[in-house]
């Protein structure tokens, strides 16, 4: 593509010629860089209706949106942070990064890695159009349930379950890419012990996607039929079951939510070592770590459920697997800081959002195990102390982990660096709004405010404001964070190879920028660079 | 490594997939036989009780369990549904039979069925049916009554924590009879 | 001696001084301790995995806050080059993996406790729409519905917002202290959960399937509560109000239910024995219509969309008034046009008839009995 931008017929034609060569690029890098615009405009999108969502509750009443509006735009702020932000974010790294940290001169499948990107901007087409269809955009939450989302659901409904089967094979055939990739290009000497740990992390992950999104295919495909093609999949009516749905859904939807997070522990277990300038400690048992939780991922659905009216036994199982997926995210917890213990530790940007990361996400495990404990879980459930969970694993945890990346690998990218002093501003003040924003909903929970809800009792009424507050100042830094990125690709002081002192791994060897094409002859690998 | 192996595990990896849509599918009826087999979400069985099962009633238990029977009617159905008797003291091992009375309350002939749920859960499995008119439809003329009847035992391996069930009917219509209103949701 | 006391006594008024409001703010930001046995176990399990998180952050906090402290460049300019010891590993994997079997222990003795509903004294059966509950009780045969009772011009901000705003309900559930209670608890249309926090009762409501979940209550009040399964537009407006009275107080109650019911039986009788006028008939229809259905149908029976559909120059409001009648007393199947038939009176449901045919732009000049509702039951 690069030589067609030298034609003379592109001189003539630039924009043709721009055209051309992002639609049909076949490079790991610029598919990584379409996968991390996407994911960044869709990250102002979704946070747009998060805003929204928030000025509503900034005061009890309804001032602004009607509850049938309130309820359409949080379920398509959850799908789209789900399935636009967080994973095409993940993805876009992967593919940036992947290769070039096994010595690969690109991904396994090229021409599919294309096509996985092409469909998401369809995908996210179709599912925003659903807002201005006859009966409004999904409004059943991103967990669609049924018979809400079957019975009862929207027209639209059949177009959101079409975006879903589009972003679900995207994800299928990014996930088989990054599989195959890791296991037939790496470069001699490169043993799987001896890869870093964000390819670990994403090459679990990879099986993951692959195991459980056709699963979310079959739930959605059974809501097709149940509305259009007279089964009762779900409906008690022709022998059906609600209930059924919840268990098949949060079959897919819990390793979802580690798919959500594994890339993100892979990026802390980078750059923690870097800036403490000494190895991961325990590299062995992260990676054992990893492939626990990702096993015991698929044995803990039912944690989501507890007062559909599960037997006890099912009760204690899932409250006994969910609790121990605690240790092997300890460990990791663990292994984090006794990196840093008698490092010597500089705290760049990249580093703090790390350490957020670290210390954030843990926060949201800590409210995670108390919501494995069944009998509390019956006063926690559907409130917003499960919104405070699962924000602070997802802000401080996907998110952060993605902006510490973005820090740490664009002067690799662009060849810039960024501005320490603006990222530093961005780290703190993105800090203190998402604990703003974030930490009261654990005390609106617990005072019994349900989820969901587009308007609330007085007495929940102080917290509310305040998060709504955290969250006004939460989506200006992100503004900040846009204006970084771009000021940072278009010019700044240069960046070196190495980048960062403490760095290590075979992305740190090639030129920065990295060139188009990088490691075409296989690197040779050092016997002593275990990571 | 070579072309052919980049192949094959790509082929692998999409039957993987594959094969996962499948086993989403097939957790249909693993979910239902789960159900069926240890009476999880009171899902009693939608079969009558086997000639087996029935001589292993024989003579009941000392202890009594107490039944309370609920008849609801789904929306759009226009039918009176209740039952004649709304709570049973049992033995188990023990024949019981009790009637519910239908009426169509419409000008249109009406088809009904009638779909069982149990609390708790774990005691579905225990409720035997001989003969339920929720194996079948019920088809009323308009303004047409009916009694139909009930026949069950509770297995005599009833656990001795469960002194009490509910038993509940929701008659729900059936779509394919003469209909009132449209079938789509929207007009 | 005396200075010594005197500075106890005025240290410790000095403490707790300091301390009350503290303990108050932290009583606002705790799980309530609710008002059953069970609810304070709970409450109690609450603690205890609180505690065990805010131990293990501040211990894993504080190193962490110690190495960037003294592990920093400038302070530590060479790092040590260990990067594993299998012994440290497997302590900090087997302690996380004590504490929560230690942790489990209270809390599955608490759940096999909740589970058990046997040896109830009394049923409600707890039936879930959009967006309201019925509660039956099955002793007695009582049966009625609650709705949210916080005025629309409150929601809107016409109105300054009462105490009890979003969870006020205009027929409470009634029980008994002291008395095992079963709730029975299911849906007619989507899933909705009735929630107690005050009895640390939350069920999930699924159509055609029933839950169970009990609780015994000790002190009479008013508990309140809110649906907490997302149900549609309404699910923000469904309360669940709960008022629990002495025995002999809530026997009285069931009384009283029965003698009402008795009561408005005689005035249905009345009701269909008259002959009423259009005159008559229009403001009881049009506060019926006000009440129940212009939540969906809109005040000028222009409806929202498709989904609910406009009243006004409807083919059924405008048509047969037999189909005006099935659609309205027994719902469209799998919509949320619901059964009115139980909910409503004859008079009720000949009036809002009546109401619709002739309102807005619909002129059939109809005029139905509550005689004619009757017989169509």
Redo the contacts between chains.
Sequence with gaps: MAAYADTANARHHPLIAFARRWLFTTNHKEIGTLYLWLSFTLFFIAGGMAMVMRLELFE????FV???FY?QVLTLHGLIMVFGVVMPAFVGLANWMIPMMIGAPDM??PRMNNFSFWILPFAFTLLLSTLFM??GAP???WTF?A??ST??G??STDFFILGVHMMGISS?MG??NI??TI???RAPGMTYMKMPLFVWTWFITAFLL??????????VT?MLTDRHFGTS?F???G?G????FQ??FW?FGHPEVYIMILPGFGIASQIIPTF??????????MVWATVTIAVLSFIVWGHHMF??????A???FF??AT??I??PT??K???W???????????ETPMLFA?GF??MF??GG??G??LA????D??Y???FFVVAHFHYVLYPGAIFGTMAAVYYWLPKWCGHMYDERLGRIHFWTATLAVNLTFFPMH?TG???M?????????QFADFNMVSSIGAGLLGLTQILFLYIVIKTIRGGVKATDQVWEGAEGLEWTVPSPAPHHTFETPPIIDESSVP | ?SRP??HR??LL??G??????????A??PL?DVF?EI?G????TS?QAATLSEIKAASTPLDRSVTIELLARV?RGLPWEFRPLEDKLVVRPGEMNTTTFFVRNRSQYTVTG?A?P?V????AAQYLKKIECFCFERQELPPGAEMEIGLSFFIAKDLPADINQLTLSY?M??VADAEPVQAAS??E | MTSHAGGLKSGLAILILWGLPHVSIAA?????PGVTEMSM??QQ??HM??W??IV??VI??G??FY??FA???SR??????????TL??FI??LI??LI?VV??FP??T???D??NNDDSDLTILITGSQWKWNYRYLESGISYYSNIATPQE????LEP?D?????DADNPLVLPTNKKIRFLVTSD???H?W?V?DF?????A????I??AWAIIPTPGTYR?????????????MPIEVEVRPEGEFDQWIEDQRIAAELASGAAVAARAKTWTMEELLPIGQETFIKHCATCHERDGMG????YPALNDSPIATGLIADHLDRVMNGKA???MQSWAPQLSDLEIAAVITYERNSWDNDTGDVIQPITVYEAR
Excluded at chain 1, 210 to 219: D, K, Q, S, T
Excluded at chain 1, 307 to 312: A, D, F, K
Excluded at chain 2, 40 to 43: A, F, L, Q
Excluded at chain 3, 200 to 204: E, F, L, M, P, Y
């Design positions: 009890p009443g309804i001032q009607q509850p049938e309820n396994a499948l006859e009966g409004n059943f939450g349930y018979p809400l019975t009862y929207p027209p299928i996930a088989i599989i195959v296991v037939n290009l692959i195991m459980v999104m056709p699963v979310l295919a079959g739930i059974m999949f409906e008690a009516s022998g079951d609600p209930v059924m268990h098949i079959f403490s300038r000494k190895k991961l400690f325990g590299y062995t048992s007062t559909t009216g599960m037997p006890v099912g009760e204690l409250m006994f609790m121990l605690a240790v300890g460990v917890v663990f292994n800081v006794a990196t840093m213990w008698r490092g010597s530790i500089t705290f350490i670290v210390m843990t926060i800590f409210s195990l108390m404990l069944v009998p509390a019956f006063q459930h559907d409130t005390f617990l005072a019994g349900p989820r969901r809800i587009p308007d609330y009792s007085l | 490594m192996a980049r595990h790509t990896l999409a993987l997939a594959v094969g996962m849509f499948g086993f989403a599918f957790l249909v979910y159900c240890t999880i979400n009171g899902k939608t789904a069925q779909v749920s609390s708790p859960g774990q929701t729900f219509r949701h929207y | 606002k930001l705790d799980m309530r176990r709970i399990i609450h995995g609180l065990v998180c293990v952050g894993v906090f190193v962490m190495t960037m592990h920093r460049r530590h300019p060479v790092p040590a080059t260990f990067s594993h010891s440290v590993e900090w994997t996380p993996v929560l942790m489990a809390a599955t608490a759940l096999l909740i589970e409150q929601i809107d901000n917002k105490e009890y705003y979003l969870l249309d989507v899933i959960s929630w926090p640390a009762v939350k069920q999930d699924i159509p055609g399937f839950n169970e509560g809110q649906c907490a399964e997302l149900c549609g537009k309404g699910h923000g407006f929202q969309g498709s989904k799998d919509t949320e």
